[in-house]
């Protein structure tokens, strides 16, 4: 009996034990591990899905897509699960086409959990391996850039990178327009992976899309008369500005040489830059127009006031003369832009005077930027008044001892061709479903002095240096530039020049103005010779794109 | 009762979590599919290969002289 009593006791004094270490254990785990393990639990049952934001496209003014988001499919792998790394990179490498060598060594390191195979593969081809199920790999779909018009515009468009994020022109301008903003979601699993609740949810905005000014047909027939040109005259580069004189919209902004922004990480730096907005060349005679818009608007000459005008004439240290030899001549103000002369272009500075002259290419707006949306713009170099020396008074009304951008020449003559309003040059249109937003505007000159330059500019195409620039049916106002480079060393190089035309079609009702710069042509230097055919090639095109009817009928061939 | 009515409504708002994720992929899928045919079309329509495709069949753009306006305002009285 009490050997039973005693047994029942030990039993019991065993039972009490376990459910004590029971209770223990239960508190331990419920109590000091319960976060822990509800942690835990969470990881395996719940997760956060981010929903990326798409991308805004990029569309030109006709609506058609110049940038847009594509979806492409990541591959990664975890190298622990790998046991034959060489088969899996080798069909890796076959499917996906790409080395195999690079793969094998990064899958045969098993030091590491996770390895990107391929960022933003080809989906059908990602598909198709994901289809070979082999072990370890894994696929994430991502957008992926893309530029469908290859080589159309791709400098002002710029380039979005691998992570999606704007990193040269318009798509870093606009970045955060854009790219909008991830979505995310924390749902609950079940053990298949199914979603079975929701338990948050935020929405992705979307990037929104942008519209812009430019044209992909005019700026593709840009790009190629600047591709041919720069053939035909064995130049460096190229650049064309096409303006929208009524509303400073830029139609197209070609540079030469281009490249497909589909290619971007593999082409030169040097090709990349947007040469129209953030290089500066000498203008050379294209600024005259500066130095005669003050003259006529100070009021110290007309059109037909004359002047006896040598073939050279003394600045302090300097002999300046005119680009072809002459003698003695009386010209008048329109002939002195008509025949693009020095000598007059100084003695009307002279008239004028460092002060105001220098007040009027403030008010042109060189010396500052343009405030166009692109990056980088770069504001030009008009030396201070301070600095001047006694020789600037006889380079600088001619184009010399000046840099300026070809969006800043452009929209200086658009403000002529527009009756003297200078419109800010823009390439954004709108964003998504915005209204516009009222582009920047200011009075340059009146509208009298703006109709009598373009009058004298009418007379440099129609019997000046500007003849190439000629188009039947139309009247064309213009002004070509030749100027000498500046040589690292100092002075001015007897070899390298930028040949330029800058002119305004219709000249009656103007509706484009077409700027074109040819850096270093080598068979020929003239603008008059080099750039006013291009000038032409590219403004006959826009003219019969744009349905603008002929002005001068009569002129037709 | 209440217990079959508990289970039923849960059920259904599992079928719901479920459908909505399937269509929350559909979705997805719909504007890979949608960008891909928009970046297609884009492509195909860029004026450079439409110019180059009509050069390559013989077609040049018509000149100034070769096309004329038609001005359809009343002549004046």
């Given at each position: 009996m009490k050997l039973a009593n005693r047994r029942i006791r030990l039993l019991l004094v065993s039972f009490a034990f376990a459910f004590a270490a029971m209770f223990l254990r239960a508190a331990w785990l419920q109590g000091v591990r319960a976060q822990d393990f509800d942690r835990l639990a969470q990881g395996q049952h719940e997760a956060t899905v981010v929903d990326p934001a798409a991308r805004g496209t990029i569309y030109d003014r006709s609506g058609v897509q110049l940038a847009i988001g594509r979806q492409a499919t990541t591959v990664y792998a975890?190298?622990?699960?790998?046991?034959d790394p060489r088969a899996v990179a080798l069909a890796v490498a076959k499917t996906l086409r790409i080395a195999p060598e690079p793969l094998v060594a990064l899958l045969a390191d098993r030091s590491r959990g996770f390895v990107h195979?391929?960022?933003?593969?080809?989906p059908k081809r990602a598909k198709l391996l994901e289809e070979?199920?082999?072990?370890?790999l894994g696929f994430v779909p991502e957008e992926q850039r893309v530029y469908p018009q290859g080589r159309v515009a791709a400098q002002v468009l710029g380039y979005a990178g691998t992570d999606n994020r704007g990193l040269a022109g318009l798509e870093l301008a606009l970045d955060r327009t854009l790219r909008g903003r991830a979505g995310r979601e924390t749902v609950v699993r079940d053990p298949s992976g199914?979603?079975?609740?929701?338990?948050s949810s935020t929405a992705a905005e979307q990037g929104q899309d942008v519209y812009l000014t430019l044209d992909h047909t005019l700026q593709a027939n840009a790009e190629a008369v600047l591709h041919a040109t720069v053939q035909r005259w064995d130049a460096k580069a190229a650049s064309a500005v096409v303006l929208d004189p009524r509303t400073g919209g830029i139609l197209a902004m070609a540079v030469e040489r281009g490249y497909d922004a589909n290619r971007f990480p593999i082409v030169p730096r040097d090709y990349q830059r947007n040469r129209a907005v953030t290089d500066t060349y000498e203008p050379g005679s294209t600024f005259k127009v500066v130095t005669v818009s003050a003259a006529l608007s100070e009021r110290l000459v007309t059109p037909q006031t004359e002047f006896t005008l040598p073939y050279e004439i003394h600045v302090a240290d300097r002999v300046i003369h005119d680009a072809h030899e002459r003698g003695t001549e009386r010209m008048t103000v329109d002939e002195i832009i008509s025949q693009s002369s020095n000598v007059g272009t100084i003695t009307l500075a002279q008239l004028l005077g460092e002060s105001r002259l220098s007040e009027w290419m403030q008010r042109f707006g060189f010396g500052r930027k343009t405030g166009v949306d692109y990056p980088g713009e770069t504001r030009g170099i008009v030396p201070p008044l301070a600095r001047w020396s006694g020789s600037t008074i006889g380079t600088m009304p001619i184009g010399h001892g000046v840099a300026v951008t070809p969006v800043q020449m452009a929209a200086a003559y658009a403000a002529v061709a527009n009756d003297g309003v200078w419109l800010r040059p823009h390439l954004v249109d709108r964003v998504g479903s915005n209204e516009r937003v009222p582009v920047a505007s200011r009075r340059i000159l009146s509208r009298g002095v703006a109709q009598q330059v373009m009058a004298m500019m009418r007379d440099v195409v129609v019997e000046g240096t500007?003849?190439?620039a000629a188009l039947p049916g139309y009247q064309v106002a213009g002004k070509t530039g030749t100027a000498a480079k500046p040589d690292p060393d100092g002075g001015y190089s007897k070899t390298r020049y930028v040949a330029s035309f800058v002119g305004v079609v219709p000249a009656t009702d103007p509706r484009l103005v077409v700027l074109v710069t040819v850096d270093e042509p080598a068979s020929a230097i003239w603008g008059g010779v080099v750039a006013a055919p291009a000038f032409a090639e590219i403004a006959r095109f826009g003219l019969q794109y744009l349905e603008i009817p002929p002005d001068a009928p009569t002129t037709m061939r | 009762m209440l217990l079959t009515g508990v289970v039923a409504l849960n059920v259904a708002v599992l079928r719901l979590n479920v459908r909505y994720e399937e269509l929350g992929r559909e979705r997805a899928k719909l504007r890979a599919d949608n960008a891909e045919l928009a970046s297609e079309l884009a492509s195909r329509a860029a004026a450079a290969r439409i110019q180059g495709l009509a050069r390559g069949s013989g077609l040049v753009p018509a000149g100034p002289d070769q096309w004329t306006y038609l001005d359809l305002r009343a002549p004046p009285q």
């Open positions: 975890n190298p622990r699960e790998i046991d195979i391929a960022r933003k593969a080809d070979q199920q082999l072990p370890g199914r979603a079975i609740e929701v338990l500007g003849t190439a | -």
